[in-house]
């Protein structure tokens, strides 16, 4: 065999030999026998789960047939080190070392990185981002679904500058629709999807200026409420009560509203849907007619709605982000035309802001359970699952520690440097550090030693991970995110691609022709 002449001619040079044999030999289209490879870390446990997931990916065909059904989840702010911290912390709290564990999404045989700057900005906000995935256009920060030749805050300059969502493109496809958030329905991401104003933050009539009511711009409540394509949006599920109330009215929960022009919207869209279902609390929920035809709004929150950490004490009780997709889905699925829903687990953002990694990954954790149940109730030969990102944080996990360390605890390092009488690994400054932490935010001191964490106890869930830049909220991150992707048309994700690719992709999906 020619195999066994380079193994003489070369004689102990094994590495030489096995590169030079394959190459050879897959150019010829010879296959060589195990017996003939120099392989002693075969029986290696890391070498055949290698080979394992090879075959699996060698045996995956792409879908090309168009897609019945798209779901879309968005992790706010669930960068590629969130997702890693999380795969550990959820291991862990599983009973495992945590490294080996692996999220729902990260099952999915399609990823790819998205480039998340805005038009204006390198790095991003939420309202610029969501409208990329959203209409197919990049556009500014700080602006819902319009493009990027507007002035932010201009209700004149948004005038035909609209861009057409992809939950709106949906219902003129005949698909059904729903919107699941854990934020308020009017935040910037879940407001991409029917909503266009040029700025984010007018949620309520109450956050307009006089003169841009004046133009004729309306707030994003309104525009959910005076939602017009298609048949409607199926299933709404979020917080933000607030701003569909009149400050005249108190919600069940004590929550105030926020309103001055004196409309009730839930009243409104109660009686522009007359077979529709609202609810605001758990009971409610759990309760649901589904047999109902009719659209269902469920404001389960004044404000935003709490963080999975805290939900069980909620005053009204909460369902569970995992308990919104799997209701969402049952409503949607109902339907013959197919179905789009978008998912957003809005938190994970918030708890980074404030320095929270605890809070961060317990929503990450939650949005992989939503996703595990999406996944169950699904097929992926007619249904186009995709889990990304709006944009990052300046979220890091470093230090050294030792395989299995507590994600959230101090770092127990290799014995290298500096070690206390309770084992942690020590800084220069003769004080332990934790596995996370992050460049920005409230975690920082001013002009004053970081502090000592000895005898603090990291894990706990209110606990604010140290950090290097002093803000009252910790900053956006600017480097890419994941896309991860199965079902119809999964395979056009891979590479690098623009943050707007996303909406290109999944209008693909649903038969949409490339345009001109």
Not at 135 to 158: F, M, P, R
Not at 248 to 268: A, C, F, M, W, Y
Request: proline share 3%; hydrophobic share 35%; charged share 20%.
């Amino acid at each position: 065999m020619f195999l066994n002449y380079l193994k003489k001619s070369l004689g102990t040079r094994r590495h030489m030999v096995f590169g030079i044999s394959l190459f050879i030999l897959s150019s010829c289209g010879v296959e060589a026998e195990k017996s003939d490879l120099i392989l002693p870390q075969r029986d290696n446990v890391w070498f055949s789960s290698a080979q394992e997931v090879l075959r699996q990916n060698l045996s995956h065909k792409p879908i090309i047939g168009k897609a019945k059904n798209i779901i879309l989840f968005i992790g706010d702010g669930m960068g590629v080190s969130t997702v890693t911290a999380a795969r550990i912390f959820d291991g862990q709290n599983r009973g495992l070392t945590g490294e080996e564990n692996i999220l729902s999404w990260e099952n999915f045989p399609n990823v790819a990185l998205s480039k998340t700057y805005n038009t204006n900005m390198q790095v991003s906000d939420s309202a610029g981002t969501a409208t990329a995935f959203m209409t197919g256009v990049k556009s500014k920060a700080g602006v819902i679904s319009v493009d990027q030749s507007i002035t932010l805050g201009d209700c004149a300059s948004a005038t035909g500058h609209h861009a057409t969502s992809f939950l709106e493109l949906a219902e003129q496809h005949g698909m059904a629709t729903g919107i699941i958030s854990t934020a308020r329905l009017t935040h910037a991401t879940p407001a991409t999807a029917y909503a266009h104003v040029p700025d984010r933050y007018w949620e309520s009539d109450s956050d307009m200026p006089e003169t841009e009511k004046a133009a004729g711009c309306k707030d994003i409540a309104l525009q959910f409420v005076e939602f017009s394509y298609g048949d409607g949006i199926e299933v709404a599920f979020a917080g933000g009560r607030q701003n569909f109330l009149p400050r005249s009215v108190t919600d069940p929960e004590g929550g105030k509203g926020k309103r001055t022009d004196k409309r009730n919207l839930i009243s409104e869209w109660q009686q522009k849907h007359n077979s529709g279902q609202y609810i605001w609390n758990e009971q409610m929920f759990d309760s649901l007619d589904l047999k109902k035809n009719g659209p269902v709004l469920g404001l389960f929150n004044a404000s935003h709605m709490a963080y999975e950490a805290d939900r069980s004490s909620d005053k009204g009780g909460e369902p569970s982000l995992m308990a919104m997709t799997e209701k969402a889905l049952q409503i949607l699925q109902q339907k013959n035309d197919g179905y789009f829903l978008y998912v957003e687990a809005a938190r994970i953002d918030h708890a980074h802001h404030n320095n929270n990694a605890y809070r961060a990954l317990d929503d990450t954790v939650a949005l992989a359970e939503a996703v595990r149940k999406a996944v169950e109730m699904t097929s992926r030969e007619d249904t186009l699952i995709i889990v990304t990102a709006d944009h990052s944080h300046v979220f890091t996990m470093a230090g050294y520690p030792v395989r299995g360390n507590p994600i959230l605890g101090k770092v127990i390092g290799n014995k290298r440097g500096a070690i206390s009488d309770k084992g942690f690994a020590l800084a220069l400054d003769n004080m332990p550090y934790t596995t996370l932490g992050y460049y920005s935010g409230a975690g920082a001191k001013i002009n004053q030693p970081r502090g000592d964490l000895s005898n603090v106890d990291t894990k706990a869930k209110d606990f604010k991970q140290q950090a290097l830049v002093p803000f009252i909220s910790e900053t956006h991150g600017g480097e890419d995110v994941a896309i991860y992707a199965r079902g119809p048309s999964a395979h056009l994700i891979r590479g690098v691609v623009e943050e707007n690719y996303i909406f290109h992709v999944m209008y693909h999906a649903i038969g949409g022709e490339p345009q001109p």
